[in-house]
Nanobody, 115 residues
Framework: QVQLVESGGGLVQAGGSLRLSCAASGTIFRITVMGWYRQAPGKQRELVAAIRSGSSTDYADSVKGRFTISRDNANNTLFLQMNSLKPEDTGVYYC?????????WGQGTQVTVSS
């Protein structure tokens, strides 16, 4: 069974930074993509950033230039460095791991950016 555990969320003022981590454990075969999603109150969950097995990355337009996704392959850990945070970045951030067979989600970590 694969488990994803996020950490690093919290309350920060606008302009500040946070670094999220997602530790994956269990028997994991053939990861294709790992990513971060977020869900703001009353809104649908949206992709924030993703990194593929070949290390190519994708970012939502709203976070380009401010957020950086990275991955420690040896430890199956995913990171999201978030700089210049804005109040609209507030939400629950979820880690997602995709293999060729399944999609796994973490439990989420709250990020709150005050103005």
């Amino acid at each position: 069974q694969v488990q994803l555990v996020e950490s690093g969320g919290g309350l920060v003022q606008a302009g500040g930074s946070l670094r999220l981590s997602c530790a994956a454990s269990g028997t994991i075969f053939r990861i294709t993509v790992m990513g971060w999603y977020r869900q703001a109150p009353g809104k649908q969950r949206e992709l924030v950033a993703a990194i593929r097995s070949g290390s190519s990355t994708d970012y939502a337009d709203s976070v380009k230039g401010r957020f950086t996704i990275s991955r420690d392959n040896a430890n199956n850990t995913l990171f999201l460095q978030m700089n210049s945070l804005k109040p609209e970045d507030t939400g629950v951030y979820y880690c997602q791991l995709r293999t060729v067979a399944r999609i796994y989600w973490g439990q989420g970590t709250q990020v709150t950016v005050s103005s």
